[in-house]
C-alpha cells in the first residue's frame, strides 16, 4: 500500500475533517497486508490515525483509516446510536463497534449501510438510506442525502478541495507525517 493510495483516498481524515476512509488495495498474502498496515500505524499513530483490515478476500484488503478519538465521539451521538442498535450493535465502544462491523461485513455479500457512521456521514442520511433502500433521496454526492442538502454540498466541496490539495502537495513532495493533522 502507498503513501499515495492514502492520500488520495484518504485526504479529509487526514486532515482532520472527516471521521474516517474507506479503500481497497491489493496484497500478495494477508501477511503483507498485517506487514503495511503497521508501517501506517507506526507513521501515523501519534497523529491520532488508525489503519485497520476491515475484511480481506482474494489478494485485496478492505481498509478502514479512521481518527478513533473521533469515531468514539461520534459514538456518543444519540442518532447514531440508534442507527447502530437497530442494525444489531450491543456495546457503544469503538472497538466493539468496528468488530461487529468486520463481523457483518463478513458474514454478508455487500457493505452493511451503516458503514457510513463510520466515516463521517450525518445519522439522517445513513438512517434516511436504509430506510429509504438507496432511493428517494434529495441529492448525491460522495453519499446519498436525506437531510440537509446544502451543509452536505459544501462538504463534498471540502472534501474534494482537500483532496485535490493533498495529492498536489504529495506529489511536490510532502510526506504522509507532514500531511497528517494531529488530532
Avoid at 45 to 59: I, S
Avoid at 160 to 180: H, N, P
Wanted: hydrophobic content about 35%; overall charge positive.
Amino acid at each position: 500500500m502507498t503513501d499515495r493510495l492514502l492520500v488520495s483516498h484518504c485526504a479529509p481524515t487526514l486532515a482532520g475533517l472527516k471521521t474516517g476512509s474507506l479503500f481497497t488495495a491489493s496484497f500478495e498474502t494477508g501477511e503483507h497486508l498485517r506487514r503495511s498496515l503497521r508501517r501506517v500505524n507506526k507513521l501515523l499513530g501519534e497523529k491520532g490515525v488508525r489503519a485497520v483490515p476491515l475484511r480481506y478476500q482474494k489478494g485485496r484488503g478492505l481498509i478502514y483509516l479512521y481518527r478513533p478519538g473521533q469515531l468514539s465521539r461520534d459514538l456518543r451521538n444519540p442518532q447514531v446510536w440508534e442507527v447502530l442498535r437497530a442494525c444489531g450493535y450491543r456495546k457503544r465502544s469503538a472497538g466493539a463497534c468496528l468488530a461487529c462491523l468486520m463481523k457483518r461485513l463478513k458474514e454478508g455479500e455487500g457493505f452493511p449501510h451503516e458503514i457510513g457512521l463510520f466515516l463521517g456521514y450525518p445519522p439522517e442520511d445513513v438512517a434516511g438510506f436504509i430506510e429509504n433502500r438507496a432511493e428517494h433521496y434529495k441529492c448525491s454526492g460522495l453519499w446519498k442525502v436525506y437531510g440537509d442538502v446544502e451543509a452536505a454540498r459544501r462538504r463534498f466541496d471540502l472534501y474534494r478541495e482537500c483532496t485535490r490539495v493533498y495529492c498536489r502537495r504529495w506529489e511536490t513532495g510532502a510526506g504522509i507525517q507532514g500531511l497528517t493533522v494531529t488530532g
